[in-house]
């Protein structure tokens, strides 16, 4: 039995470093590469069941030493990937973050190495298993919050990694309680098998982009509408086709008015992260406008071409008019350079004269689009 599990634990870590390096091969994206560098690590971590089919044995008085190395290794990479996951890079406090945590592991290599523990196991493991459990759990977080589709089989991804980071943070205090340990080890290597499962589900059967066929034929292009029911009466069928929201819409709205493929970022103080599916609503913040436009480019990258947004004028209380509108013409021109379609919506009344100004001079007046009625009409 014990034979089987430490088989289990052995191939789920290598399915599990084989679905992130090619999702890192896929995408080309720096936060996958981290993270199947701390897979692969993990794949060949320092413990027996790994290393005696490879025929590799540890001599006992470095084995203390060496056995904690790879959860440093592993953890630096985990919160460093997770951080370009979430922010798409790197920012000055996370190389603060990440340099303190690698200052610590030195120190504390050092002091295994003198002995400075006198062989307390609890002791040697408290660190090193805690900074692992915690990188474990909060890259599954993002994973959750960020990246991950709401899917069952994608879902165990995170799920599994938050059970591996869990047993982690127990790990020194529970290692010695033999009853214990076994169960621990066998929903270790469960929580490996749902984490490699999922990755498997997620890297190599990822949910349908909307690469289809639009509902109706739309131009490219970047216009403004007075308010919804312009858009409306210009489109009538404007909100059948699968797109990225930047709204106020509630997430009880967002159902009625978008399709179950769109994705919508409800601009809100309120909450933050997934808060809905069909259409998947993800709660962010009006400060967090580089994180946002990082989303909405994401989104477009992986296929959509009609862009929505209603939130400028709450971006604009929220942030001042000039940095909303350099999130906006950031978004405008990505989506432009894709051959999508972006409408904002934008009341005269909402903005000063001048504001209002250079967004008539940035954006096409929507009764431009698609040889409407009231254009034949003139």
């Known amino acids: 039995m ?3 599990i430490a088989l289990l634990n052995f191939l789920s870590r290598w399915i599990l470093f084989a679905a992130v390096a090619y999702k890192t091969y896929r995408t080309q994206d720096k936060g996958w590469a981290l993270i199947s560098a701390a897979a692969f690590i993990n794949a060949l971590d320092v413990e027996a069941y790994i290393l005696t089919p490879l025929g590799i044995t540890i001599p ?12 440093f290794y592993v953890s630096i990479l985990a919160l460093w990937g997770s951080f ?3 922010y798409k890079k790197t920012s000055f406090r996370h190389v603060l973050c990440l340099s303190a945590i690698l200052v610590i592991s030195y120190v504390w290599i050092f002091l295994l190495a003198v002995d400075a523990f006198h062989g307390n196991f609890a002791l040697n493991s408290s660190f ?9 759990v909060y890259l599954s977080v993002v994973l959750w919050n960020y990246v991950i589709p709401r899917r069952l089989w994608d879902r165990l991804f995170p799920i599994g990694l938050f059970i591996v980071g869990v047993l982690n943070l127990t790990y020194p205090v529970t290692r010695n309680i033999e009853w214990y340990s076994h169960v621990a080890f066998f929903t270790a290597a469960l929580g490996r098998l749902l984490a490699a499962l999922g990755a498997f589900t997620f890297v190599f059967y990822p949910i349908s982009e909307p690469s289809g066929p639009q509902r109706i034929e739309l131009k490219s292009g970047a216009y403004f509408a007075k308010d919804v029911k312009e858009v409306t009466r210009t489109i009538p069928d404007f909100f059948q086709n699968d797109l990225v929201a930047v709204t106020r819409t509630s997430p009880h709205e967002a159902r009625r008015r978008f399709t179950p493929a769109s994705m919508v970022f409800w601009v809100t103080k309120a909450r933050e992260g997934q808060v809905e599916e069909a259409p998947t609503v993800v709660a962010i913040s009006p400060t967090k406008l580089g994180i946002l436009q990082d989303l909405v480019v994401r989104e477009v990258e992986q296929g959509f071409r009609v862009v929505y947004i209603d939130a400028f004028e709450y971006l604009s209380v929220e942030v001042g008019f000039q940095n909303a509108m350099k999130f906006l013409l950031s ?3 990505f989506v432009l350079s894709h ?3 972006l409408i904002l919506i934008a009341s005269p009344e909402a903005f000063k004269e001048q504001e209002f100004k250079i967004i008539q001079r940035e954006f096409r007046d929507i009764n431009e689009l698609l040889g409407t009625e009231e254009k034949k009409k003139a």
């Open 2 to 4: 014990a034979d089987s």
């Open 60 to 71: 006992k008085p470095v084995y203390t030493v060496s056995s904690k190395i790879p959860n």
């Open 84 to 86: 370009h996951l979430k």
């Open 128 to 136: 090193p298993s805690l900074l692992l459990g915690g990188s474990i």
């Open 331 to 333: 978004v405008r021109d």
């Open 339 to 341: 051959g999508g379609l």
